[in-house]
């Protein structure tokens, strides 16, 4: 009887001719030749089974591919889904940024020019009522104070519009900016200012930004820090824009005021806000007794947009600060 190897081969064998028949049946008769026959069977199950191995190595080899795509797909989508949500978070908090700035604004006309002019007002229509019941009697004290209201009230209103619209800016560059908050700041407070350095031109908004910033640095060390001089550096520190806004005051404790933040004060914290929209940081060293040094930091490649130069660049002021100190 034939071993099922040699059956199997039989049925799977195309159909042969007759000669070709013969010459099998002969082999299969002579063991020595059944033998070779069988030897070389086995060689041939043993080349398949190489094939087939290698098949299968290969199949594995792809499905992990595949499994690899899969899994960085699915990183890529949860990586979308937590940038969409970090937009979405960073678009709510733009609007209650505007909202807020909307009421900073509406406050600070409210409480200084609104208040100067209903103050004028008042002196106008008194000496009204006086010309009226005194014929003949000088209202020039009435005139005079009212005057005066007018005069101060035409001053708040410039510095609320200069907060909005800050002075050669656009022009000029975000150093020449700082210097007319600086002078105007030094006017009023008698402060000692003075302005180094310079920065490269970046986009509008982002100028408008870091003024804003700068802005709000000196406005809190001429109302709360006591100094006698204020200085503001612009500087490039490895790619990056960085303002930092050094008082001589008395200091305070920025963490006691972070947590006393729910009574008012949104400055301090409109500072760290915007750097971080810009892809930057801010931070406050304060020690009571020993000055301020508010620091604010954004990458400039990101920002540089399609301007060339340096803020400021082209005027006298901006030339010498490039090589040192410069009065604001
Ligand atoms: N340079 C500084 N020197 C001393 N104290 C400061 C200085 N900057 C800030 N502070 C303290 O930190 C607090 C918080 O400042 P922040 O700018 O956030 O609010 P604010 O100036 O009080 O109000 P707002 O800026 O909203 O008009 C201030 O009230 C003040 O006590
Ligand atoms: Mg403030």
Redesign the pocket.
Same mark, same amino acid.
């Given at each position: 009887m034939a071993p099922a190897s040699l059956r199997r081969a039989a049925r799977q064998a195309p159909p042969a001719d007759a000669r070709t028949a013969l010459a099998a049946a002969r082999t299969l008769r002579d063991p020595i030749r059944l033998f070779e026959w069988q030897i070389q069977q086995r060689t041939r199950g043993s080349d398949r089974r190489r094939t087939a191995t290698a098949a299968l190595a290969q199949m594995v080899a792809t499905s992990e591919e595949f499994y690899e795509l899969y899994r960085n797909s699915q990183q890529q989508r949860r990586e979308l889904e937590r940038n969409q949500r970090r937009l979405d978070r960073l678009a709510r908090q733009t609007l209650r940024a505007s909202d807020l700035e909307r009421a @900073?604004i509406a406050h600070q006309i409210h409480d200084t020019a609104a208040q100067s002019m209903v103050s004028a007002f008042r002196f106008l229509d008194t000496a009204r009522a006086f010309v009226a019941t005194h014929p003949g009697e000088s209202i020039d004290g009435y005139l005079e104070s009212s005057s005066d209201r007018l005069v101060t009230a035409i001053k708040e209103v410039r510095a609320v519009l200069a907060d909005l619209v800050p002075s050669g800016l656009e022009e000029l560059g975000l150093a020449q900016a700082i210097r007319h908050r600086m002078q105007s700041l030094a006017a009023e407070s008698g402060i000692e200012m003075t302005l180094e350095g310079i920065l490269p031109r970046l986009d509008d908004w982002v100028e408008q930004a870091l003024y804003g910033m700068s802005a709000?640095?000196l =406005?809190?060390?001429v109302?709360? /820090?006591h100094?006698k001089t204020i200085r503001t550096e612009l500087k490039i520190i490895k790619s990056r824009a960085v303002i930092t806004v050094h008082?001589d !005051?008395? !200091?305070?404790d920025?963490a006691a005021?972070e947590r @006393? @933040?729910a009574g008012? !004060?949104?400055?301090?914290? !409109?500072i760290t806000r915007q750097a971080r929209w810009l892809g930057g940081a801010a931070s406050?060293r /304060?020690r009571v007794g020993s000055g =301020?040094i508010?620091r604010i930091s954004i990458p400039i490649a990101r920002h540089a947009g399609t301007r060339a130069g340096y803020s400021g660049a082209g005027t006298e002021d901006d030339r010498s600060a490039k090589d040192g100190e410069s009065k604001a």
């Amino acid at each position: 009887m034939a071993p099922a190897s040699l059956r199997r081969a039989a049925r799977q064998a195309p159909p042969a001719d007759a000669r070709t028949a013969l010459a099998a049946a002969r082999t299969l008769r002579d063991p020595i030749r059944l033998f070779e026959w069988q030897i070389q069977q086995r060689t041939r199950g043993s080349d398949r089974r190489r094939t087939a191995t290698a098949a299968l190595a290969q199949m594995v080899a792809t499905s992990e591919e595949f499994y690899e795509l899969y899994r960085n797909s699915q990183q890529q989508r949860r990586e979308l889904e937590r940038n969409q949500r970090r937009l979405d978070r960073l678009a709510r908090q733009t609007l209650r940024a505007s909202d807020l700035e909307r009421a @900073r604004i509406a406050h600070q006309i409210h409480d200084t020019a609104a208040q100067s002019m209903v103050s004028a007002f008042r002196f106008l229509d008194t000496a009204r009522a006086f010309v009226a019941t005194h014929p003949g009697e000088s209202i020039d004290g009435y005139l005079e104070s009212s005057s005066d209201r007018l005069v101060t009230a035409i001053k708040e209103v410039r510095a609320v519009l200069a907060d909005l619209v800050p002075s050669g800016l656009e022009e000029l560059g975000l150093a020449q900016a700082i210097r007319h908050r600086m002078q105007s700041l030094a006017a009023e407070s008698g402060i000692e200012m003075t302005l180094e350095g310079i920065l490269p031109r970046l986009d509008d908004w982002v100028e408008q930004a870091l003024y804003g910033m700068s802005a709000e640095a000196l =406005t809190n060390a001429v109302r709360h /820090s006591h100094a006698k001089t204020i200085r503001t550096e612009l500087k490039i520190i490895k790619s990056r824009a960085v303002i930092t806004v050094h008082d001589d !005051g008395h !200091g305070f404790d920025p963490a006691a005021a972070e947590r @006393r @933040r729910a009574g008012g !004060g949104l400055g301090l914290l !409109g500072i760290t806000r915007q750097a971080r929209w810009l892809g930057g940081a801010a931070s406050v060293r /304060s020690r009571v007794g020993s000055g =301020t040094i508010v620091r604010i930091s954004i990458p400039i490649a990101r920002h540089a947009g399609t301007r060339a130069g340096y803020s400021g660049a082209g005027t006298e002021d901006d030339r010498s600060a490039k090589d040192g100190e410069s009065k604001a």
